[in-house]
C-alpha cells in the first residue's frame, strides 16, 4: 500500500474579519513550495515593487543552496568542488554547525546522501538496512564552521542538504528586507514558514491555526496569535509514502539514517529567528516529546506546540496567553508544559 502526500505547507492562516480595503498579495512558487506575501495597506505599484524584490532574493538565495540546481553553491560543494563561498552561504554553513551542536546532532544539514537514498516524495518501499548503515554515521557538522575560508570543500563522504534551514534562513532576509523598506505589517508565507511582521494594520496580531495532523487541510486544533515573529512547522503528514501499515516521513534521524519514530505527530516552533525556528522543528521532532521539553528548558529562545500520537496537544508556557486552543472538539487534551 502506498500513499503519497505532498501538502504546501502545515501552517493555516486564519484569516478573520473583514480584509482591509487595500492590500496587496503575491503568490509565486520557490524552494520547493509554495509562497505568498500579504502586504496590508499598500497599492498595487507600490505593492508590486515589494513582492517582486521579495521573489528575487528568495530566488538568489535559492540559486545559492538549492540541492537540485547544478550551479548552486550546495551542489557544487557536493560534487567535490573547492569554492570560496559567497557570504551567505558561509554564514548559513557555520549556522546549521552551530545548531547540529545545540540540537545534540537531531537537526544536521549534512543528510544529502540519506535523503538521495530515501527520496521519500518518489518512494514506493524503503531501502534496504545494508544501503542505509552504508551512509552512517553523518559526518560532524563541525565540519562546516570553516566554510567561510576560502577554497573550501566538503571531505569524501560529506553531502549537503539544507532543506531543513534554507526557508528559515530565506524567512530572516525576506524580514530584513521588508523592514528596511519600510514595512510594518506583512505576512509572508513559505510552505510551513509563517513570518508575521508587526501586527494587522489595525493592531490586532496575526492569526496562524496549527495543523490538526490527522484532519484535512484546513483543519486545525487552534489558533496562534502571534506578532513580530515567526512560526515555522514540522510533521509527518507533509511528504510521506506508506508501506505495510507503515508511514515513512521525510524527517530522517541522522542517528538511525531512517525516517524518525517518535512519538510526535507535528510541530509548531516560535521564534523571533526563523533560522533557528526552522532547525528547531525538524531536531524536535526527531527527539520525540520528551527530548523535545528537555531541549526547550536547556536553550530557551523559543516556545512549541508539540502534538502528540495519543492526543496530547504540549503547550509551552510562554504561549499560554496567545494560543486558543480548539482541539477539544477532536478528541484532543490540552497540557501547559512549565520549565520546571
Same mark, same amino acid.
Given at each position: 500500500?502506498?500513499?503519497?502526500?505532498?501538502?504546501? %505547507?502545515?501552517?493555516?492562516?486564519?484569516?478573520?474579519?473583514?480584509?482591509?480595503?487595500?492590500?496587496?498579495?503575491?503568490?509565486?512558487?520557490?524552494?520547493?513550495? =509554495?509562497?505568498?506575501?500579504?502586504?496590508?495597506?499598500?497599492? &498595487?505599484?507600490?505593492?508590486?515593487?515589494?513582492?517582486?524584490?521579495?521573489?528575487?532574493? =528568495? $530566488?538568489?538565495?535559492?540559486?545559492?543552496?538549492?540541492?537540485?540546481?547544478?550551479?548552486?553553491? #550546495?551542489?557544487?560543494?557536493?560534487?567535490?568542488?573547492?569554492?570560496?563561498?559567497?557570504?551567505?552561504?558561509?554564514?548559513?554553513?557555520?549556522?546549521?554547525?552551530?545548531?547540529?551542536?545545540?540540537?545534540?546532532?537531531?537537526?544536521?544539514?549534512?543528510?544529502?546522501?540519506?535523503?538521495?537514498?530515501?527520496? =521519500?516524495?518518489?518512494? #514506493?518501499?524503503?531501502?534496504?538496512?545494508?544501503? /542505509?548503515?552504508?551512509?552512517?554515521?553523518?559526518?560532524?557538522?563541525?565540519?562546516?564552521?570553516?566554510? $567561510?575560508?576560502?577554497?573550501?570543500?566538503?571531505?569524501?563522504?560529506?553531502?549537503?542538504?539544507?532543506?531543513? /534551514?534554507?526557508?528559515?534562513?530565506?524567512?530572516?532576509?525576506?524580514?530584513? @528586507?521588508?523592514?528596511?523598506?519600510?514595512?510594518?505589517?506583512?505576512?509572508?508565507?513559505?510552505?510551513?514558514?509563517?513570518?508575521?511582521?508587526?501586527?494587522?494594520?489595525?493592531?490586532?496580531?496575526?492569526?496562524?491555526?496549527?495543523?490538526?495532523?490527522?484532519?484535512?487541510?484546513?483543519?486545525?486544533?487552534?489558533?496562534?496569535?502571534?506578532? !513580530?515573529?515567526?512560526?515555522?512547522?514540522? %510533521?509527518?503528514?507533509?511528504?510521506?509514502?506508506?508501506?505495510?501499515?507503515?508511514?515513512?516521513?521525510? /524527517?530522517?534521524?541522522?542517528?538511525?539514517?531512517?525516517?524518525?519514530?517518535? !512519538?510526535?505527530?507535528? #510541530?509548531?516552533?516560535?521564534?523571533?529567528?526563523?533560522?533557528?525556528? !526552522?532547525?528547531?522543528?525538524?531536531? @524536535?521532532? =526527531?527527539?520525540?516529546?520528551?527530548? $523535545?521539553?528537555?531541549?526547550?528548558?536547556?536553550?530557551?529562545?523559543?516556545?512549541?506546540?508539540?502534538?502528540?500520537?495519543?492526543?496530547?496537544?504540549?503547550?509551552?508556557?510562554?504561549?499560554?496567553?496567545?494560543?486558543?486552543?480548539?482541539?477539544? &472538539?477532536?478528541? /484532543? #487534551?490540552?497540557?501547559?508544559?512549565?520549565?520546571?
Amino acid at each position: 500500500m502506498r500513499r503519497m502526500c505532498v501538502l504546501a %505547507g502545515c501552517l493555516l492562516l486564519l484569516l478573520a474579519g473583514c480584509a482591509p480595503q487595500t492590500e496587496y498579495t503575491h503568490t509565486f512558487f520557490a524552494m520547493d513550495t =509554495v509562497c505568498s506575501l500579504r502586504l496590508p495597506q499598500k497599492g &498595487e505599484q507600490e505593492g508590486e515593487e515589494l513582492a517582486q524584490a521579495v521573489q528575487q532574493l =528568495v $530566488a538568489q538565495l535559492e540559486g545559492l543552496w538549492s540541492k537540485t540546481l547544478p550551479d548552486s553553491e #550546495v551542489s557544487r560543494l557536493n560534487a567535490g568542488e573547492s569554492l570560496t563561498l559567497e557570504g551567505r552561504t558561509a554564514e548559513l554553513l557555520a549556522r546549521s554547525a552551530e545548531l547540529c551542536t545545540q540540537t545534540g546532532g537531531a537537526f544536521s544539514p549534512l543528510l544529502g546522501r540519506l535523503t538521495a537514498l530515501w527520496d =521519500v516524495q518518489n518512494a #514506493v518501499r524503503p531501502p534496504q538496512q545494508e544501503q /542505509i548503515e552504508a551512509l552512517l554515521p553523518v559526518p560532524d557538522a563541525d565540519l562546516l564552521q570553516n566554510a $567561510a575560508q576560502p577554497g573550501f570543500s566538503l571531505p569524501e563522504g560529506a553531502c549537503l542538504d539544507l532543506g531543513g /534551514i534554507a526557508k528559515g534562513a530565506a524567512g530572516d532576509a525576506v524580514a530584513q @528586507l521588508l523592514r528596511a523598506e519600510g514595512v510594518q505589517s506583512a505576512l509572508v508565507v513559505m510552505g510551513g514558514q509563517v513570518g508575521c511582521l508587526g501586527t494587522k494594520p489595525d493592531g490586532r496580531p496575526w492569526q496562524v491555526a496549527v495543523r490538526d495532523p490527522d484532519g484535512e487541510q484546513g483543519e486545525s486544533l487552534g489558533t496562534l496569535l502571534l506578532q !513580530d515573529t515567526f512560526a515555522v512547522s514540522s %510533521g509527518d503528514y507533509e511528504r510521506y509514502f506508506e508501506q505495510d501499515g507503515v508511514r515513512y516521513s521525510h /524527517i530522517l534521524d541522522p542517528q538511525t539514517g531512517s525516517p524518525a519514530q517518535t !512519538d510526535l505527530r507535528g #510541530v509548531t516552533v516560535v521564534c523571533e529567528d526563523a533560522t533557528k525556528a !526552522d532547525a528547531l522543528s525538524t531536531a @524536535l521532532f =526527531v527527539l520525540g516529546s520528551e527530548g $523535545a521539553l528537555e531541549l526547550w528548558r536547556s536553550l530557551g529562545g523559543f516556545e512549541a506546540v508539540l502534538v502528540t500520537a495519543d492526543g496530547r496537544l504540549l503547550l509551552t508556557e510562554g504561549l499560554e496567553e496567545t494560543f486558543v486552543f480548539s482541539g477539544q &472538539e477532536r478528541g /484532543i #487534551v490540552l497540557e501547559t508544559v512549565d520549565q520546571g
